[in-house]
């Protein structure tokens, strides 16, 4: 690659099919709580955020007050619930493993997700894909998570440092689903390309420079050209 020089990847929804897991497991934690949380108002207004993020949002939409021992209760419930669920088995979207390894054979490539780094690692791991990240930042790793741009920003510090080089954010792709994801990578001042596994291409082309079905559907070459050529 002469143009691209780095790509990361958010988790959820763009490498792994787990979204219905992570909804599922909110769904169950807040029952407990008489809270019903619909895929629909899932989608529409929570999935961009962290488990933090997620709780938070639905509580002050509810206008329901919230503790932070409380916060912490609940975001321990639902890791419990979604690992329960996870252990079931493989996750991965069609086509995303092969994309992985040709991109972390020409090019670092690295995650930055809202899901916790031990979440992320141990479906990589089951995966054989682990070996291909030159790093992982979960939700655990930054102050802030998306739509923030601090995932992307220390995404980006870690590949720099990993490769000595002086990368430039105009030449390293994120590759993201949903809009929040979007408006991290694109406040870390990285190139945007959607996949359309969670929402129709109308609601994200707004956001992104490149928009493609999922990581089956994209090449390296159509990263290569969103770079633009040498200088």
Known sequence: MSALHAIVFDFDGVIADSERLHLRAFQDTLAAESIALTRDAYYAQYLGFDDHGVFRQLYRDLERPLTPAVLDALVARKGER???????????????????????????????????????????????????????????????????????????????????????????????????????????????????TGYHAEALVSHAELVAAGLHALTLDDLEQLCGPTT
Do not use: N
Request: aromatic share 6%; glycine share 6%.
């Open 82 to 196: 979604y690992d329960a669920l996870a252990a079931a088995g493989e996750m991965l979207f069609p086509g995303a493993a092969a994309f992985i390894r040709a991109a972390a054979a020409v090019v670092p490539i690295a995650i930055a997700s809202g899901a916790q780094t031990h979440e992320i690692e141990h479906v990589l791991d089951k995966a054989a894909l682990r070996a291909c990240f030159v790093t992982v930042v979960g939700a655990d790793q930054t102050p802030a998570s998306k739509p923030a741009p601090d995932p992307y920003l220390e995404a980006f510090a870690r590949l720099g440092r990993h490769t000595g080089r002086t990368l430039d954010p105009r030449r390293t792709v994120a590759i993201e689903d949903s809009r929040w994801g979007l408006e991290s990578a694109r406040a870390a001042g990285l190139r945007t390309v959607a996949v359309t």
